[in-house]
C-alpha cells in the first residue's frame, strides 16, 4: 500500500482498502491467506510528520505443528501504528506493505496448534491421534539425562 503524503489534506485521510495477500508475500515462511488484508487508515500530518493510525484485519492459514493439518487463524490488529518524517512540498511517496507484512507477522503465534488439546500424530505409524488412538507402542529412548528422570524432589 503506498500513500501519495502531497494528497493528504490538512483535516487528514481516512484509507479504506483491501490489499491483495500477495502484497505482502509470505510464501517462503509457508504462511497463506484465507482472504484479502482488510486495512482502515487515518493518516495526518503534523509539521513534517506523517501519523498513521488504524486497524489491519485478515486470516492466515497455517499448519499446527502436532497434526499437520491446516487451519485458518483470525489476525486483527486494532492498534496499528506508523510514523515518519516527511518533506513537504515534495512528491513524496510512503510504502506501507513492510510495515503491514511485519505487522502481520508479530501477530502470528510462536507454536501454530490447531488447538491446544491437539494431541498430534504418532510418530511410529502417522496415526492422527485426534481421531483415534493407534496400538502403537512408544519405546521410551534412554539418553544421558534419563536417570534424572528417577530423582525425586522434595
Known amino acids: 500500500m503506498k500513500i501519495e503524503v502531497d ?3 490538512a483535516s487528514g485521510l ?11 508475500d ?3 515462511e509457508r504462511i ?3 482472504g484479502p488484508i482488510n486495512i482502515k487508515l487515518k493518516l495526518n500530518l503534523v ?19 502436532r497434526c499437520l493439518k491446516q487451519y485458518t487463524y483470525p489476525i486483527k490488529n486494532d492498534d496499528y501504528h506508523f510514523e515518519c518524517e516527511v518533506k513537504p512540498a515534495q512528491k ?6 513492510e ?16 488447538s491446544p488439546q491437539c494431541k498430534g500424530i504418532c510418530p511410529k505409524c ?23 528422570d528417577e530423582l525425586e524432589l522434595k
Do not use: H, W, Y
Not at 14 to 23: D, G, L, M, N
Not at 99 to 114: A, N, V, Y
Open 7 to 9: 494528497k493528504i489534506p
Open 126 to 148: 502417522g496415526q492422527d491421534l485426534n481421531i483415534k488412538q493407534c496400538g502403537c507402542s512408544i519405546e521410551k529412548k534412554l539418553t544421558p539425562f534419563s536417570k534424572l
Open 26 to 28: 509470505m510464501s517462503k
Open 32 to 34: 497463506f491467506f484465507n
Open 92 to 97: 513524496e511517496i510512503i510504502d506501507l506493505t
Open 47 to 65: 509539521n513534517n510528520m506523517l501519523i498513521i493510525r488504524g486497524s489491519v484485519e485478515t486470516k492466515a492459514v497455517l499448519e499446527c505443528s
Open 99 to 114: 510495515g503491514i507484512r511485519e505487522d502481520i507477522i508479530l501477530r502470528l503465534p510462536l507454536k501454530s496448534l490447531c
Open 14 to 24: 481516512v484509507i479504506e482498502a483491501e490489499e491483495s495477500p500477495s502484497s505482502v
